[in-house]
């Protein structure tokens, strides 16, 4: 219990610590904390607009902050979540596109499913080497990212390209886009947001409620004494990063089928990396995760409001970083305690 109030008390601090570093910074320009956090504040949920931006924003970062946490628990670090979401929207495009006069019914779990797969298969890469060879999931999952970059270039530049300027294909069929819940000017606030919090909550009864849970924390945790009492580690290695690759997958898909409706260039815009510190502010846990996200969505929709009242929004850059710094200070403090505790005994 302790413990668990500890992991929930961190991020909290960490982000009121953060907020009044900045205020320095902020006070060293010459400018007003209070009213710069006003404006924040109501950049990020000050109206229905911004509301439903700050919401589309926060969605995508849920799914790859659970992708990144899911392997996290498996004490593995993906940082192919970029890739990944790549790959997902991607074929998730693909198939959107040909959906043709498709029901909805089935266009939109289809094309979803087909996007979760693309992801899945592309980290399950990552996981089967890490296995099979020993190679380490992080440089594996950096080379990866960067054919997934590139080969999506090459897609929407050469076969599917479509029309001038950004490299975009066509749009997907009007059958696979995701129904918008709200509607505010040229914003749609899409029901993907329900699809990734309904993630989040399977994340967790995966992980808490089941026996393939309980042997993927295993792994992580000890992966020798896992094997030991006859879990399979290479399973679970591949296994984890599958399902990591498939919730990074599944971000990309409804990017396509609910904000974009095609696949853009610029489509993941680094969402993929984020989900690694949202997974680290969020403890590694789907409620964390969730409520990291939105951390990160508002501050990052309210910044633009920050620069109406004088403040430059890379002020946000600094309290991300701030907040980062403080909880990977407190693991690591935490862990020099526990190893110095071992040593004594």
Do not use: C
């Amino acid at each position: 219990m302790r413990s668990r109030l500890w992991a929930f008390l961190v991020p909290i601090v960490s982000v009121v610590i953060a907020l009044l570093l900045a205020s320095l910074v902020i006070l060293f320009i010459g400018q007003n904390p209070i009213t710069a956090y006003q404006a924040l504040i109501r950049g990020a949920f000050g109206s229905k607009l911004s509301l439903a931006t700050t919401i589309v924003k926060t969605t995508p970062l849920i799914l790859t902050g659970l992708a990144v946490g899911f392997a996290f628990r498996a004490g593995l670090f993906n940082i192919g979540a970029e890739g990944q979401m790549i790959m997902g929207a991607l074929v998730a495009t693909t198939v959107g596109i040909n959906m043709g006069s498709t029901p909805a019914v089935i266009a939109i779990p289809l094309t979803m499913l087909a996007g979760m797969a693309a992801g899945a298969g592309y980290a399950a890469i990552i996981g089967f080497l890490k296995a099979k060879t020993g190679a380490h999931e992080v440089v594996s999952s950096i080379m990866l990212n960067w054919i997934a970059e590139y080969f999506a270039t090459y897609m929407v530049t050469v076969p599917l390209a479509v029309g001038m300027g950004t490299p975009k294909s066509p749009e997907i069929a009007p059958s696979a886009k995701l129904p918008p819940l709200l509607t505010v000017q040229a914003t749609e606030l899409t029901s993907g947001i329900l699809i990734a919090i309904l993630a989040a909550f399977v994340m967790y009864i995966i992980l808490e409620k089941t026996t393939k849970g309980y042997e993927i924390k295993a792994t992580g945790f000890n992966p020798y004494a896992a094997e030991y009492g006859g879990i399979k580690i290479s399973q679970n290695i591949i296994l984890a990063m599958a399902v990591s690759g498939a919730l990074a997958g599944l971000a990309g898909s409804l990017e396509v089928m609910g904000v974009h409706h095609r696949f853009l260039g610029t489509l993941s815009g680094g969402k993929g990396f984020d989900g690694i510190s949202i997974a680290l502010i969020g403890q590694n846990h789907p409620i964390g995760i969730i409520f990291a996200a939105l951390l990160m969505g508002s501050l990052r929709t309210g910044s633009n409001e920050m620069q109406f009242v004088g403040v430059p929004k890379h002020i946000i850059i600094i309290v991300q970083g701030i907040v980062i710094f403080l909880v990977a200070a407190d693991r690591i403090v935490r862990t020099v305690l526990i190893r110095k505790r071992v040593k004594s005994q």
